[in-house]
């Protein structure tokens, strides 16, 4: 009868075997998924760093005193919407410089626009933080409604202003008068504008004295008196003989006198002529 022994030694080898190699294939498979691991804890691990870093940066730009920027890195990104008509790039960023040297997070944003507010010629201002430095300015002009003197023009808002040297204001009409009657004079002007829309008929001037009354003057050269009281019904009044009995000799009339009740004193270039 053979012995059993060697049956059982090489089965007790081969398990041996089959666990050894059972054991290799789990270390490389755990060998393999560390492998595969390191790729995202390295970017964890980055992502993680870059975030403390950025946080420790802006608690310390927001709570630590910041060295001032100099005013090419104030102005980099720096956006300003405006017409530029009568303020000028320059003098905005002057009024904002103060502010944009202190940093990005230590801006102050009303303040800023009160700078701007302060300006005679910004009737309106917003000011917006756009990350990660940048900054939006817009900014609305005064409009300007007519010229009063030589060196100041009247605003919208009912405001003399002085003239900007680099304002190009085309052809505006011209008023005058005692500067504590500008709302009047200004209303009186807007209610004339809407009435002589005609070309040639538009105001050119229009001036108040307290002894003459209202004078005005037309594109076309004609000049009206017009007194003190009914300025709308004197001028409706010129208004239909210029299209009557006087259209066919507009280009002589030089002046017009309204001031008498059911007539108008016309004095033409060459001689005077009442109707």
């Known amino acids: 009868m053979r012995s059993a022994a060697p049956k059982l030694k090489k089965k007790a080898q081969s398990g041996r075997k089959t666990k050894a190699q059972r054991g290799a294939r789990r270390r490389d498979d755990e060998q393999r998924s560390s492998l595969r ?5 390295a970017m964890l691990l980055a992502l993680g760093t870059v975030t403390a870093l950025a946080y420790g940066a802006v608690w310390s730009w927001q709570r630590l005193p910041v060295q001032e920027l100099s005013r090419v890195d104030a ?13 000028t790039r320059e003098q905005v960023e002057e009024l904002m410089l103060p502010f944009l040297q202190r940093g990005f997070f230590a801006l102050d944003i009303r303040g800023m626009r ?13 000011v ?3 990350w990660p430095r940048g900054v939006e300015i817009e900014i609305e002009e005064a409009t300007p409604l007519a010229s009063w003197g030589g060196e100041r023009l009247l605003v919208a808002s009912g405001h003399l202003l002085p003239r900007p040297e680099q304002m190009q204001t085309g052809r505006l009409p011209e008023l005058a008068g005692d500067e504590e009657l500008v709302e009047r004079i200004m209303a009186q002007y807007q209610a004339l504008a809407r009435l002589l829309t005609t070309r040639d008929m538009e105001v050119k001037r229009l001036s108040f004295d307290d002894l003459a009354g209202w004078h005005l003057e037309l594109v076309s050269g004609i000049e009206l008196h017009l007194g003190h009281d009914e300025l709308l ?3 409706n009044r010129f208004l239909s003989l210029s299209r009557g009995v006087l259209a066919p000799h507009l280009e002589r009339v030089t002046r017009v006198d309204t001031r008498y009740s059911n007539a108008v004193a016309v004095q033409w270039k060459d001689k005077e002529l009442s109707e």
Do not use: G, K, Y
């Not at 102005?75 to 530029?84: D, I, K, S, T």
């Not at 009160?114 to 917003?126: F, G, K, Q």
């Open 37 to 41: 691991l390191l790729p995202a804890l």
């Open 75 to 87: 102005l980099e990104h720096v956006r300003v919407r405006a017409p530029f008509r009568a303020v």
């Open 114 to 126: 009160a700078a701007l507010l302060e300006h005679p010629w910004i009737d309106r201002a917003s």
């Open 128 to 130: 917006s933080r756009r």
């Open 233 to 235: 019904e004197r001028v």
